[in-house]
């Protein structure tokens, strides 16, 4: 009797040792004296331990930092760079067997493919076209840990290091840059300005004793103290008869 009370504690117990909690984000490889028997779903379930081994692998996105490297572009530009990989377990029982540490080996070869692709554009293009660039270094990865059961996401390059010499010359280019969209937009301004002078000019000849009001205007804002300044304004038509006065005394003249 006591013989079989013990052989169903011990049984309960290695029951017990046994159980295994599977999470919702999780799958369980299963191991079978070293050979693969199969991959477990979320939830409550049971090994046989001693003969089975069962390894948990988290099927959520995985983010690993490519620390920064000093690469040398095709024009001989050295700059450091640091990116981040966004990826996700897609097949378990592969990212089990068919490579050692997929994380590391995930960051170790998204780092080499990031050196090869960076070494093949020139500064300009690298600045310019960051998203396009990556996406390939993404695309190069993905197909490459494929096999491993790793589907990439996305890459983000973070930064992007200058040379102390290249940023100085970058910062003279872009401020000479600005000063001739200013001298550009400045010459601009005035030949819209010298139109509109114009415009108005030719309204305001069309108008009897227009010319005079403007100036009167004119003077009144630009005279810091009205009270201490005496305008004796004549009326347009003074002018005009002045004019009709000394061509008749040309015309005599003549004669």
Known sequence: MELIQFILVVVVIFGIIGLRVIDQYERGVTLTLGRYTGTRSPGLTWIFVGIQRMIKMDLRVTTVDIPQQEVITKDNVTVGINAVVYFRVRSADKAVL?????????????????????GEVELDTLLSE????ADEIKKIVDEATDPWGIEVDYIKMQDIELPADMKRVMAKQAEAERERRAIIIQAEGEFAASERLAQAATVLSQVPAGISLRTLQTIEKINPDPSKTVIFGLPIEFYEGVKQISKSFTDKDNT
């Open 98 to 118: 068919e490579v050692q540490d997929y994380r590391h080996s995930v960051a170790l070869y998204a780092q080499a493919t990031l050196r090869d692709v960076i």
């Open 130 to 133: 960051r998203d396009r660039i």
